[in-house]
């Protein structure tokens, strides 16, 4: 299961045409995050108890948003309704090589991680599962 980050999500409505709105943003954040299964009155409650109601139809306008862009999988049913799991936020982590040793830097620029995704679509990576490696300094 690969985690989506918010920079992503803004993307993928940009690429829709569609309006970034802070309640989007909240559901995606919530949804994204919730450990274990849920349904949609379990994200709903969560909203209302973080100090962020939604509307439930805008929740609903929304769903298909969410799992669209990878924010949650639906991962079947509980009392007829439709129960999903979500896929976790992240920032790309990027790895530099120094040479007293290695040192790890949780990467979050939104330019440098669009390159990223850029190189790896180019190449056919699945950027997500890649580990991408980067060395400064002088060619030898």
Same mark, same amino acid.
């Given at each position: 299961?690969?985690?989506?980050?918010?920079?992503? !999500?803004?993307?993928?409505?940009?690429? =829709?045409?569609?309006?970034?709105? &802070?309640?989007?943003?909240?559901?995606?954040?919530?949804? #994204?995050?919730?450990?274990?299964?849920?349904? *949609?009155?379990?994200?709903?409650?969560?909203?209302?108890?973080?100090?962020?109601?939604? #509307?439930?139809?805008?929740?609903?306008?929304?769903? =298909? %948003?969410?799992?669209?862009?990878? #924010?949650?999988?639906?991962? *079947? @049913? =509980?009392? *007829?309704?439709?129960? !999903?799991? *979500?896929?976790?936020?992240?920032?790309?982590?990027? =790895?530099?090589? %120094?040479?007293?040793?290695? &040192? &790890?830097?949780?990467?979050?620029?939104?330019? %440098?991680?669009?390159?990223? @995704?850029?190189?790896?679509?180019?190449?056919?990576?699945?950027?997500?599962?890649?580990?991408?490696?980067?060395? !400064?300094?002088?060619?030898?």
């Amino acid at each position: 299961m690969k985690a989506v980050h918010e920079h992503g !999500f803004r993307e993928f409505l940009h690429g =829709r045409r569609m309006k970034v709105t &802070q309640e989007r943003l909240e559901l995606f954040n919530t949804a #994204a995050n919730l450990p274990g299964e849920f349904d *949609g009155n379990d994200l709903l409650r969560k909203m209302s108890k973080s100090g962020f109601p939604v #509307a439930h139809s805008t929740f609903y306008r929304n769903l =298909r %948003l969410l799992i669209a862009a990878g #924010a949650i999988e639906p991962v *079947g @049913r =509980r009392r *007829g309704r439709p129960l !999903f799991k *979500g896929r976790g936020t992240c920032s790309k982590v990027c =790895r530099m090589k %120094l040479s007293a040793g290695e &040192q &790890q830097i949780n990467v979050s620029d939104p330019d %440098l991680l669009l390159a990223v @995704r850029r190189i790896c679509q180019e190449a056919g990576l699945d950027c997500g599962e890649t580990k991408i490696t980067l060395e !400064f300094g002088a060619e030898s």
